[in-house]
C-alpha cells in the first residue's frame, strides 16, 4: 500500500532527540514571473490534534487548502515572512527565499529549537536545522507551512489583481502561462513583476518576450 501522505516521523525524531520546540518551513512562489516569494514556519500545538488531510499544497484543491489553511492556524503556532520584487530582483531568488524563511521564523511567537527545511537549502537561523528533500511530502509541519504560504501568496495574487486587472494575476497567480505572455506583450510589464527573469527582461530590453519570438513592442 502506498505511502498516503507527510506523517510526523521528522518531528518526532526531533522530539526523541530532545527538541521541545519543532517548526516545519517550506515556501511557495520561486517559479512565477510576478509577485513575491512567501515563506511560511508552522509549530503545531503539540496538545492539539493536527487536522487532517494536510499534504503537500500543489496536491491539494484550492478550497481544500482554504480550509486548512484554517484549521492549521487554530491549531499551531505561524510566522509568515515575505520577499518582495525588489528584494528578488535585487538578491536573486534563492537568496530572496532564504530571506524569507527566516523572517517567517522570527516572526514566531516562540523559538523553536530545530526547523525542518524543505529542500536542500537553509536560510541562517540560531536555532538547530535539517533540510528534507521533498519535505512537503513527508513532514507534517512542512506540508502545513506549505500550505499556509501559498495559500497566502495566492491571496496576495488576488489582491494585486485588483489593483492590475490586465494581468490575470487572480487566475494564474504571476506563472507564465499564455494568458499571462499575452499581457505582458500587450501592457508591458507592472512594477510587480521580476524585471530580473529572463523573458521580463527580454520584453524591456526588445519588446518581445523571447528572442525567437518576435512580436510588436508593448505601447
Given at each position: 500500500?502506498?505511502?498516503?501522505?507527510?506523517?510526523?516521523?521528522?518531528?518526532?525524531?526531533?522530539?526523541?532527540?530532545?527538541?521541545?520546540?519543532?517548526?516545519?518551513?517550506?515556501?511557495?512562489?520561486?517559479?512565477?514571473?510576478?509577485?513575491?516569494?512567501?515563506?511560511?514556519?508552522?509549530?503545531?500545538?503539540?496538545?492539539?490534534?493536527?487536522?487532517?488531510?494536510?499534504?503537500?499544497?500543489?496536491?491539494?484543491?484550492?478550497e481544500v487548502r482554504e480550509k486548512l489553511f484554517?484549521?492549521?492556524?487554530?491549531?499551531?503556532?505561524?510566522?509568515?515572512?515575505?520577499?518582495?520584487?525588489?528584494?528578488?530582483?535585487?538578491?536573486?531568488?534563492?537568496?530572496?527565499?532564504?530571506?524569507?524563511?527566516?523572517?517567517?521564523?522570527?516572526?514566531?511567537?516562540?523559538?523553536?529549537?530545530?526547523?525542518?527545511?524543505?529542500?536542500?537549502?537553509?536560510?541562517?537561523?540560531?536555532?538547530?536545522?535539517?533540510?528534507?528533500?521533498?519535505?512537503?511530502?513527508?513532514?507534517?509541519?512542512?506540508?502545513?507551512?506549505?500550505?499556509?504560504?501559498?495559500?497566502?501568496?495566492?491571496?496576495?495574487?488576488?489582491?494585486?489583481?485588483?489593483?492590475?486587472?490586465?494581468?490575470g494575476f487572480a487566475q494564474h497567480k504571476g506563472?507564465?502561462?499564455?494568458?499571462?505572455?499575452?499581457?505582458?506583450?500587450?501592457?508591458?510589464?507592472?512594477?510587480?513583476?521580476?524585471r530580473s527573469w529572463a523573458p521580463i527582461r527580454?520584453?524591456?530590453?526588445?519588446?518581445?518576450?523571447?528572442?525567437?519570438?518576435?512580436?510588436?513592442?508593448?505601447?
Open positions: 500500500m502506498g505511502k498516503r501522505g507527510p506523517d510526523s516521523k521528522f518531528e518526532k525524531a526531533a522530539i526523541a532527540r530532545g527538541a521541545t520546540v519543532v517548526c516545519g518551513i517550506d515556501e511557495a512562489g520561486c517559479g512565477p514571473w510576478a509577485g513575491p516569494v512567501v515563506a511560511a514556519a508552522v509549530i503545531f500545538d503539540r496538545s492539539k490534534k493536527a487536522p487532517r488531510g494536510i499534504n503537500d499544497s500543489k496536491l491539494l484543491e484550492p484554517g484549521a492549521i492556524h487554530e491549531r499551531a503556532m505561524v510566522g509568515i515572512g515575505i520577499a518582495d520584487v525588489e528584494r528578488i530582483d535585487r538578491d536573486n531568488i534563492l537568496q530572496a527565499r532564504l530571506w524569507a524563511m527566516q523572517q517567517a521564523v522570527l516572526s514566531l511567537a516562540a523559538s523553536p529549537c530545530i526547523a525542518l527545511v524543505d529542500g536542500d537549502r537553509a536560510p541562517a537561523l540560531s536555532c538547530a536545522i535539517e533540510t528534507i528533500v521533498e519535505g512537503d511530502r513527508k513532514s507534517l509541519s512542512i506540508a502545513a507551512a506549505s500550505i499556509i504560504a501559498k495559500v497566502t501568496r495566492d491571496r496576495i495574487m488576488v489582491a494585486l489583481h485588483e489593483e492590475y486587472p490586465d494581468y506563472y507564465g502561462t499564455p494568458e499571462h505572455q499575452g499581457a505582458l506583450v500587450k501592457f508591458g510589464p507592472s512594477p510587480h513583476h521580476r527580454c520584453l524591456l530590453e526588445t519588446g518581445a518576450l523571447f528572442p525567437t519570438a518576435p512580436v510588436n513592442h508593448f505601447s
